[in-house]
C-alpha cells in the first residue's frame, strides 16, 4: 500500500512569510499532484511533476519532486490570505487511483 | 483545466431517504471516475472507481448496496446514498480523466462536492 505522509497538518503564518509543506513516501510514484482546496468546494490542481529532481513555478508557488520521486514540497514564498486553503498532495503509478497526503490547513492572516 | 460539475451542491434529507448525487464532466469523456468522501479539515478517502459501463470497484469498508454507482454514460456518474443516516452525512467529492490531457500523469479533475445533511 502506497502512503503519503505530509507535513505539516497545520500551519499559521502571518502575510509575507515563506513557508514549505513536505509531502513524503517510502513508495515512488510516476507523477506527484498537489492540488488547493478551499471550504466547501472541490480541489483544484496546481500542478503535477513527473521527473526526478524536477522544479515547477506557479507565480509565488514553487514545486519539486524528489530526486527518487518518492517525494515533494511546496514553497510559498511572500504569503498572502488569499493562499490560505488546504494542500493536498497526491500520487499515483500510471493510469492507477491517487493516494493523498493527509493535507495542509494554511492559514495566511493578514 | 478540464470542468467536473456536481449536482446538487447541498442537499439535506430525513432519515432513511435516498439521495442521488450526479458528476458530469463537462467539456471531456471521463471512461474512469472516482467517488470520494471528506470530513472536515480531513484530506479525501476515496470510496470507489466509476467506470463506464461495467461494475465501479469499491474501496475496503465501503458497503456497495449503500452507495450505489452508476456510470452509464461517457459523461455521467451517478452516486445514490441509500436509506441515509445521520453517519452519511458528509462532503461527497467526484473526480475525473480527462484522456485528453492526462495521459500517464494520472491528473484527476475535482467536481465542486455535495454537500449532504441527514437529519
Known amino acids: 500500500t502506497q502512503l503519503l505522509e505530509q507535513s505539516p497538518q497545520f500551519l499559521s503564518i502571518q502575510e509575507g512569510e515563506n513557508l514549505t509543506v513536505y509531502c513524503n513516501s517510502s513508495s515512488v510514484f510516476s507523477s506527484l499532484q498537489w492540488y488547493r482546496q478551499e471550504p466547501g468546494e472541490g480541489p483544484v490542481l496546481l500542478v503535477t511533476v513527473v521527473t526526478g529532481g524536477e522544479v515547477k513555478k506557479l507565480k509565488r508557488l514553487t514545486f519539486q519532486f524528489g530526486d527518487a520521486r518518492k517525494d515533494s514540497s511546496l514553497h510559498i514564498t511572500a504569503a498572502q490570505p488569499g493562499d490560505t486553503g488546504l494542500y493536498l498532495c497526491a500520487g499515483g503509478a500510471s493510469g492507477s487511483r491517487l493516494t493523498f497526503g493527509e493535507g495542509t490547513q494554511l492559514t495566511v492572516n493578514p | 483545466g478540464a470542468v467536473v460539475s456536481q449536482h446538487p451542491s447541498r442537499v439535506i434529507c430525513k432519515s432513511g431517504t435516498s439521495v442521488k448525487i450526479e458528476c458530469r464532466s463537462l467539456?471531456?469523456?471521463?471512461?474512469?471516475m472516482f467517488w470520494y468522501r471528506q470530513f472536515p479539515k480531513q484530506s479525501l478517502m476515496l470510496m470507489a472507481t466509476?467506470?463506464?459501463?461495467?461494475?465501479?470497484?469499491?474501496e475496503q469498508g465501503v458497503e456497495k448496496d449503500k452507495f450505489l454507482i452508476n456510470h452509464a454514460s461517457l459523461t455521467l456518474s451517478t452516486l445514490t446514498v441509500t436509506s441515509a443516516h445521520p453517519e452519511d452525512s458528509s462532503f461527497y467529492i467526484c473526480?475525473?480523466?480527462?484522456?485528453?490531457?492526462?495521459?500517464?500523469?494520472?491528473?484527476?479533475?475535482f467536481g465542486p462536492g455535495t454537500r449532504l445533511t441527514v437529519l
Open positions: 473526480s475525473a480523466r480527462d484522456p485528453r490531457t492526462s495521459g500517464d500523469f494520472n491528473e484527476q479533475f
Open positions: 466509476s467506470n463506464e459501463g461495467s461494475k465501479a470497484t469499491y
Open positions: 467539456d471531456f469523456q471521463a471512461t474512469t
